[in-house]
């Protein structure tokens, strides 16, 4: 593995997953990645994906470098050719060559303006990550997708063992708009492994097609819960209406009442959640919340050691 | 010792500090954590006890992960059962449960309010990392004590090798209302030791009863400073109007001729200090604030060590 | 070696360039530094700096702590004998007297005001660091001096192996008013190198005349890029009118076709770089800018060794 942006820089994403769950289990400290640094560097805060990663980089021996960019203390300037007498001091193909260079593989954490989809799909500042980057690059989450998000909730659904299990991505209500690319990545991960999975979400809430084009969509929310075995939940804003939060009239905070139309099935989040908003505390308490927090670990562990290997 | 919040944690804290004094000597670097993580969470800025803890947690091999949390970007919520549709993004169980389990050893700082002292003295936002932690908690100060600072101020002392010492603990001007957590801690750390205690203050800034009542109390500073063999000083606000500095008339600054007064007396503060008004800056050129500051790192080292072995 | 804050600590400094390249070459990591703790203080932010400390103190074995100190957020008292009963916390030799008590080799990061030159020229913050210190200190840019660049940039040029190379230092445009600190660090490396040095500046920018005694000057940027080997550029304000831009009416933007005026020089600068403004895209694409980036990685390493041998 070069770089880990998407599921598509994963030759073979059932046995990443497999090597996840290897690593779960044998907790190896390596010295795979000796004398080697991992430079993470976060445009927006982190506190999950910036431990788990730099303990992952820890258990595989490399000195891992942690750089927080605030985006408005650090001017970058992302146009080509740009004339910069203004507020930007630094190009970001400069900024990425020189940190590159400082690194053997780097983390990036990039973010939606939820102002131009084209913009915000097109990836606008991953890919310059990517351009310029003179070492494999891994996404710590970008405008639109959570790769090491996605591999976790694999590997948290494998762990247990049911044969074709029926999953259900799940809107949720929020107080803020948020980007889509937890959803997106679920979506284009769940496909690689083999589960039934139905999307459901208010009408106005539909993700980008290119996700959803395999996947079975049903608007109403208690119907498509029904012998669920796990209901992945997730609040986005509006693709259609991009970054918007058009009203919904229905209640869509997971509810115990709603969990027990499932198949015992099992509540997951990828954290931080709010509490009694998306979910009622007592669906939280029995969930897989936590264990999905330290799998990451184990998913930026394998992801690493991948990469490591092929260096 | 499984957590280090307080003298009550510590089953014979004369032990412990005659560890921090034989780690001082040695100077050992040890293996003992090795492939362990220590997590450092700041709620408020800290200097001395983030380096020195970071330095400690490495002599001993582990992994250090420091989080600088500003309360502001990162808003907690702490009631239980709230609706989490306003501000704050992530509840603290949540928080807690999900750091811990990426470390072997957690540290954090947190803060008092100075608003009200049930809320303080329960330490409110202590008490729900204990509860929620997967692992050992090391208090890195809380609202009412701090600990590290004391145990070092007890090895302090004890490296002098004086048989039972005068010590008095001073109040002392600043232009800032402060917590009282080092004057208490203080208090109850240096009842375990053999010593003689004095404490003096203006009226109006007694400290909670729970802290004192063994204690001697003179409201003369020149009367308590005779004879002393440690002087250690410390501003505080006033407990029983909590939170608030009521004038005090007198001079409280530490000088010169003060420490005239005093048997060859050491003059003692856990830094930072505002110098010419706590004390002048000869009394600071000849006073052991170095050296404590220098013992913080010995003091952590000793309760890592501790904490590890009974991992 | 015992501090590194200009030339003239260094006893050979053709030595020490050969240093850096021998590092380049032979990638060594050392347990030179084993159990011992490299601090790096800033005073004002850095990217390439302190990613390429940090890394050069990991190379050799140490531990490296990273303090980042808001000016604004930690009020420093720098007057000697201040009654500090305001907005500053600690002062000054406290500060450096505690940190370095936590550190085997302390790098600090200062800044220039540019209102008075005294204060900036006196080095008024560095001083204190070296003043305070109880181990050696290495600058990671001070008010007037870049030391660690510097070595950098003699490395760099040095890389190439021109006999007597022609080095034309040019003043270039920028929209904000800079410090002189890497130009006169520059001039007080190269004059210790074998190289033919012209300056280069608008009337009005001449620098400190400590630095330039020995150097030609010329006032016309194309008069002196002619059969230039290597053309480093950079931005300064005013010396004699002290941090003041005044007006320059030709335009100072490096472009192809001034490079074209030279020996097929090579164009150099220390990053960041407004493109377009201090150089042209199309000269900064064939620069050497990332190699000197990388560069300063070795510099550093070779600094911290040479200190840590002497230790």
């Known amino acids: 593995m070069n770089n880990f942006t998407s599921v598509d820089d994963v030759q073979n994403p059932q046995e990443l997953i497999k090597q996840v769950l290897e690593i779960k289990q044998n907790k190896p400290h390596t010295t795979l990645g000796k004398n080697k640094t991992l430079g993470l560097i976060f445009f927006n805060p982190s506190l999950r994906t910036r431990l788990s990663t730099q303990k992952a980089g820890t258990n595989v021996g490399m000195d891992v470098i942690v750089m927080n960019i605030n985006a408005d203390s650090w001017n970058i300037e992302f146009e080509d050719g740009a ?186 989040h990828c954290l931080p959640i709010r509490r009694n908003v998306v979910a009622t505390d007592e669906v939280i308490e029995k969930s897989l919340v936590y264990q999905q927090a330290k799998n990451r670990e184990y998913a930026a562990q394998a992801v690493i050691q991948n990469i490591l290997e092929e260096l």
């Open 83 to 268: 004339v910069m007498d203004g507020s930007t001091q630094e190009h970001i193909k400069d900024a990425v060559q020189v940190i590159s260079g400082y690194c053997d593989i780097m983390g990036v954490r990039t973010f939606a303006n939820l102002q131009d989809p084209d913009e915000d799909y097109k990836e606008k500042v991953l890919s310059e990550f990517v351009e310029h980057s003179s070492v494999p690059l891994i996404s710590l989450e970008s405008a639109t997708l959570h790769p090491l998000q996605s591999l976790t909730d694999m590997a948290t659904i494998t762990e247990f063992g049911i044969k074709r299990p029926k999953v259900v991505l799940s809107w949720a209500p929020h107080p803020k708009k948020l980007p889509q690319a937890v959803a997106n990545s679920f979506l284009e991960w769940i496909v690689k492994t083999d589960a039934e999975t139905i999307l459901t979400h208010p009408e106005g809430y539909e993700l980008n097609e290119k996700f959803t084009k395999n996947i079975s969509i049903v608007n109403n929310q208690v119907e498509a819960l029904k012998e669920a075995d796990f209901v992945y939940t997730k609040n986005w804003s509006s693709y259609a209406h991009y970054g918007q939060t058009p009203e919904v009239k229905e209640n869509w905070t997971i509810t115990e009442d709603k969990m027990n139309l499932t198949n015992e099935g099992k509540f997951m």
